[in-house]
Structures are given as structure tokens and as C-alpha cells.
């Protein structure tokens, strides 16, 4: 089991910003390649940006330009940067990584976008 721990959601008006932060294995992390997936009331959980184990990334056409996924190796954390947030942005994210032939999530943090 690969313990994932996502950690800066909370509240905010539209326009704002949110950095979402997961912490994991230190011994492994650098190996891996991770996630950040949300999940909307109601809707499927949807992948939203990915990084490679060496840094490169991809973004959902729905968040490119407004979200930045970055990774700290040093630290072993994973980062979801969040600019000018809508309401649709409201959800559960979490933190995703693949190892050993399993996928891995953290528990979610909550963000929520309303005026």
C-alpha cells in the first residue's frame, strides 16, 4: 500500500487561487509517476493533470492554463496549482499514483468555488 496524504483544499470565491499538496512514500516517490483526479458530485472521477517521473506533464483540456501540476523529489510531495477557479471546479481531489501494478489514492481534499 503506498500512503498518498493531499492536503490544501478548502473554500473560495471564483478567481481565486488553491495549491493542493500530496505527500508520499519518500522511499519510492521519485520512481513514480503521479496523478491529481477529481471527482464532482455526481460525476465520474476525472483525471485532471499527471506528471512524469521526469517531469513532464499533461493537463485536461478543461483546466490547461489555469492549473499547474509540479513535483518536488526533494520533499516527495506532488502539487496541483490552482488559478482563476469556476464554480465547475468544485470537487474532490485526489491523489493518484500507480505502483506494483496497482493504482493508489490519497483520502481527497475538498474544494469548493462559490460566491
Known amino acids: 500500500q503506498v500512503q498518498l496524504v493531499e492536503s490544501g483544499g478548502g473554500s473560495v470565491q471564483p478567481g481565486e487561487s488553491l495549491t493542493l499538496s500530496c505527500a508520499a512514500p519518500?522511499?519510492?516517490?521519485?520512481?513514480?509517476?503521479m496523478a491529481w483526479y477529481r471527482q464532482g458530485a455526481g460525476k465520474p472521477r476525472e483525471l485532471v493533470a499527471s506528471i512524469s517521473r521526469g517531469g513532464s506533464t499533461n493537463t485536461a483540456d478543461s483546466v490547461r492554463g489555469r492549473f499547474t501540476i509540479s513535483r518536488d523529489n526533494a520533499k516527495s510531495r506532488v502539487y496541483l496549482a490552482m488559478h482563476s477557479l469556476k464554480p465547475e471546479d468544485t470537487a474532490i481531489y485526489y491523489c493518484?499514483?500507480?505502483?506494483?501494478?496497482?493504482?493508489?489514492w490519497g483520502q481527497g481534499t475538498q474544494v469548493t468555488v462559490s460566491s
Open positions: 493518484n499514483t500507480r505502483y506494483d501494478g496497482w493504482n493508489h
Open positions: 519518500e522511499s519510492i516517490f521519485s520512481n513514480l509517476a
